[in-house]
């Protein structure tokens, strides 16, 4: 099936951001 | 529509009914003015996730956005790309802190905090000021995307679209403040994610797939099925977009008052929050495919804003038809409500009480906050009905990027940057959006390098007349960090 180049970044984006989250949410101190 | 939708005026009638009976059980749980400016800082990380997304994609995710979609094809999707990072990065950097140290100084709002972060009654008066005026802009842009809802749904002028919009908002926020808010928006936020899906994928299927939704954009020109543009969604401007967004969603008080609600800063919960807001505002702006979609299956619009109203008129049953064009409405509703309170928290706490009542009790201040809400409404209802914009999310953007620019200097780097002196701010907070707004409509230069510059020189001129002015005191910025 064809995908536009858009909705493959538009996935790849979203991939990313969650992997960004959990490298993140590693350095936050706990209180 | 030559005649109106019987579905659809007892969808909308009956989304009215819900949402005042949630006006009316949140005002029955709101008893102080925490309550209603932050809901008591007691609401689960999941349901803010929902009122910070419905609130920021607002009406110009399912009207404007789409529209914009409509006119330069793929190019435009980029924003859809770039709000995700807009949302993530500047809430994983500021939530923390912003609930920790508005904890700490007691601020409801983002001008008490500003106020009592540079110990400036100044810097709190001309930031209430700069919100006054960018956000009722924003809320006449708003009325604008309702006129074009009721006038596309049950042929309404725009004075009645104005006038009746602005009662049910007006009584419900007046009855149940934040809560009332937050509530709707998880109710209808629910809604509109599975309905933005929806459109997506029918929209999708109804042209013959990707690969026929391509064909037919490129049939009407070949920049529709392109990177970028040469006209608006330029290269400079797709690599400034994602600068634009972060510089919007880090400095919008109306945004980030949801990060100063949260009901503790743990790990768990921030990391629930965080995720929550990721998948909400992935699937949310899957109404782009609707907008590109149309320009396929409808190509001779007038107006491009109509694309979604008139393509769901077209593809979708009456019910479901019904559902989306409230949910419409409940995220135009999400986005005046949220500025409806922010504003009048802001007008109570920072101008009203300090200056003629600074002896006025709880229920009193509740009393006044309640009071700005109708008089702001009636404003805005009156200035939209002398004069609504022509193209929506521009206006919208206008406002955002206004607000944005003259909070981001104070705010953000008054979060992290302890040597950010009162002088700072308010040469920032002027400096900010003036240098924006002279660059966009003085020069004519384009929104995005506008909306970055004059965030960068809100940025340049902070940190420059800081470290010109002698340091804050110690003692301010020990207290505020006391719970951090």
């Given amino acids: ?31 | 529509m030559d005649t109106i939708n019987k579905g659809y005026l007892i969808g909308m009638l009956l989304y009215f009914v819900i949402v005042l009976t949630v006006g009316y059980l949140a005002a029955r749980a709101t008893r102080s003015e925490n309550d209603f400016a932050l809901g008591g800082r007691s609401i689960p990380p999941l349901f803010l996730a929902f009122s910070f997304i419905m609130t920021f994609t607002s009406s110009s995710a399912f009207v404007g956005e789409p529209g914009l979609a409509y006119i330069f094809g793929w190019p435009w999707f980029w924003f859809a790309i770039f709000c995700m990072p807009a949302v993530i990065i500047p809430a994983t950097l500021i939530t923390k802190r912003l609930r920790a140290y508005t904890g700490s100084l007691e601020s409801l709002t983002i001008p008490a905090f500003l106020r009592k972060r540079y110990d400036s009654s100044s810097v709190g008066i001309l930031a209430t000021i700069a919100l006054f005026i960018f956000y009722v802009a924003a809320m006449i842009a708003q009325l604008k995307a309702v006129t074009v809802i009721f006038g596309t749904m049950f042929n309404l002028s725009a004075t009645l679209s104005v006038i009746i919009f602005t009662l049910v908002v007006t009584i419900y926020v007046t009855a149940g403040g934040f809560k009332a808010v937050v509530w709707t928006d998880v109710i209808q936020g629910s809604v509109m994610v599975l309905i933005s899906i929806a459109v997506g994928f029918v929209a999708i299927r109804s042209v013959g797939g990707f690969s026929g939704l391509n064909s037919g954009l490129a049939a009407q020109g070949a920049s529709l099925v392109t990177l970028t543009e040469s006209t608006f969604v330029t290269p400079l401007a797709v690599l400034l977009m994602p600068v634009w967004l972060i510089f919007l969603t880090a400095a919008n008080p109306y945004l980030v008052m949801r990060h100063m609600a949260l009901p503790d800063t743990k790990k768990k919960t921030l990391v629930s929050y965080f995720i929550y807001l990721l998948i909400l505002q992935g699937v949310i702006l899957f109404t782009y495919l609707g907008g590109l979609s149309a320009k396929v299956l409808l190509p001779e619009l007038s107006n491009p804003d109509y694309a979604i109203p008139q393509l769901i008129d077209t593809l979708m049953p009456s019910f479901f038809g019904a559902l989306f064009f409230a949910g419409i409405i409940a995220a135009i509703m999400s986005t005046m409500d949220s500025m409806l309170i922010l504003l009048s928290t802001s007008i109570t706490e920072d101008i009203y009480v300090p200056y003629f009542r600074p002896d006025l009790s709880d229920k009193g201040r509740l009393f006044s906050q309640r009071v700005g809400i109708v008089v702001i409404a009636v404003l805005v209802a009156i200035l939209g009905l002398i004069k609504l914009p022509n193209l929506l999310s521009l206006m919208v953007f206008f406002s955002v990027s206004g607000a944005g620019a003259a909070m981001l200097g104070p705010l953000c780097l008054g979060l992290y940057w302890d040597r950010g002196t009162k002088q700072g701010a308010l040469v920032s907070m002027v400096l900010g959006p003036l240098s924006y707004a002279y660059l966009q409509y003085g020069m004519g230069v384009n929104l995005f390098i506008a909306g970055v510059t004059g965030g960068v020189i809100a940025l340049v001129t902070m940190i420059a007349v800081s470290l010109a002015t002698s340091a804050p005191s110690a003692e301010i910025i020990n207290r505020m960090r006391a719970e951090l």
Avoid at chain 1, 11 to 31: A, N, P, Q
């Fill in chain 1, 1 to 31: 099936m064809f995908i536009p180049t858009h909705m493959w970044i538009y996935l790849g984006m979203f991939v990313l951001m969650l992997c960004y989250i959990f490298i993140i949410t590693k350095y936050i101190k706990e209180d």
